[in-house]
């Protein structure tokens, strides 16, 4: 097809030429015109030529250029394939270092349960019994106990209260404490003062991860009112609490309440019937509830001050003054719970 193509273009070539000289042509020679017609075939040769050799440059300018787009694509696809074994590596080394870290933390906790005894005894604060059960899971076993006892004398230059003195039992408690199952408490609490027996928390509590922050009671325990009802009188400042509190007879009763507690605020509330140690043919229900929120600021000046206070000699049995300033804003857990004992 090239080749008609020159053969084409040399005639028509050569029909302007002719067309353009007719006359002149006529008066040309047969040696002057075939002179002229290898003039022509000459040029279309050379034009043939460089024709020839441009399509083997621009096929040699193609080939190399698809050389050089599939040298690309190899290299993109071994970049790909790097990339790939280079994320299959570091997801390799991650798990393993995530498996080593696992291995070690087991060998830690197996080397502590070696050393550790599988139940453990501590007598004070009180008795108390720790392990673990078959999952691994910590449990506790505490005897409670508590004695508080009254005594006072008179006398004077004249006798005449000679002999007037006397002494009390206030408070005789012996009870136990249990906590197991990640979160469930278990207490039971009884007072043998005035020569009877009152039965004083029965509770069962759970606060566990299932419910957090909450907290459900059943059982007998306080009625969720006022901070010095909730406070034990372990920390109350004086023997009795304040006449305003012991007018209403807060006590305990049979019911069930819930709560929930954060760092500078709290709540609970519950639904109760009588006392235990109580029979009454229509004992009615009793709904009670009580919240409370401290200021940060003012926790943290309590604290700090409490902290600079010297301690002063408790009185009549009770704590020290900076442990019932502490309670009295409410940052212990006697501000938070309803089953602290009396």
Do not use: C
């Not at 043998?192 to 009671?217: M, Q, R, S, W």
């Amino acid at each position: 097809m090239r080749h008609t193509f020159l053969m084409i273009v040399s005639m028509v070539l050569l029909g302007s030429f002719l067309l353009g000289h007719g006359r002149a042509a006529q008066a040309i020679g047969e040696e002057e015109l075939l002179a002229i017609v290898k003039q022509q075939a000459q040029q279309i040769e050379d034009l043939n030529r460089r024709l020839s050799a441009l399509e083997r440059a621009t096929q040699t300018t193609r080939s190399r250029q698809e050389n050089t787009d599939k040298r690309i694509v190899e290299a993109e696809r071994r970049a790909a394939n790097a990339e790939a074994r280079a994320r299959r590596a570091e997801a390799e080394a991650k798990a393993a270092v995530e498996t080593s870290q696992a291995v070690v933390a087991s060998a830690a906790v197996a080397e502590e349960e070696e050393k550790e005894p599988a139940v453990t005894f501590k007598f004070a604060p009180a008795p108390t019994l720790k392990g673990r059960d078959s999952e691994g899971r910590p449990w506790e076993f505490k005897i409670r106990g508590r004695l508080l006892v009254d005594g006072g004398g008179l006398g004077d230059k004249d006798d005449l209260y000679k002999g007037d003195n006397a002494t009390e039992v206030r408070s005789a408690r012996l009870g136990i404490e249990a906590k197991f199952f990640d979160g469930f408490k278990v207490k039971l609490d009884t007072d043998f003062a005035d020569n009877e027996v009152d039965i004083k928390d029965a509770f069962l509590e759970y606060e566990g991860p299932l419910i957090d922050p909450f907290t459900l009671t059943l059982g007998q325990f306080k009625t969720p009112n006022s901070l010095e009802e909730q406070t034990s009188n372990r920390y109350t400042t004086f023997l009795e609490r304040a006449a305003f509190t012991d007018a209403f007879a807060l006590n305990r009763r049979i019911g069930i309440g819930g709560g929930a507690n954060g760092e500078n605020w709290g709540t609970y509330v519950g639904l109760f019937g009588q006392n235990v140690n109580v029979s009454a043919p229509n004992e009615g229900l009793a709904a009670a509830g009580r919240g409370w929120f401290h200021d940060t600021f003012v926790a943290k000046r309590a604290r700090t001050t409490s902290s600079t206070l010297a301690s002063p000699p408790a009185i009549a049995g009770s704590t020290t003054m900076p442990t019932t300033m502490k309670s009295a804003i409410g940052s212990g857990p006697s501000s938070t719970s309803p089953t602290l004992e009396a």
